[in-house]
């Protein structure tokens, strides 16, 4: 079973529907949203989820992949924290991103 069963880039205004990213981005951090996908979790249940690379500059300058998804409650998320590339690195982390949960037929 596949882990991405579905994906596709997000046609709409992305601010629509922007989730709340405060608790993974500091002042000086610099957030791209990459794709909106769908994503099996570990319990087999396809979930909705929006792509951001995140450039951090607190302890360094790191890129992160974060794949946040709604949980249960109205205002909830889970973040899940998909890869991690030294240096500023939207576009490989993209190209990784698109790799990884990009169409596949």
Known sequence: MPD???SDIIETDVAETEPDLSLVIGPDDDATFIMSCRHRNRHG?????????VVHRRFGIWTHVYRVVRDRTPTGLTVYLEKAIEGDCVGLARDWVLDRFGDRS
């Open 45 to 53: 249940w396809a979930e909705q989820g929006l792509i951001y690379a």
């Open 4 to 6: 991405t069963i579905e």
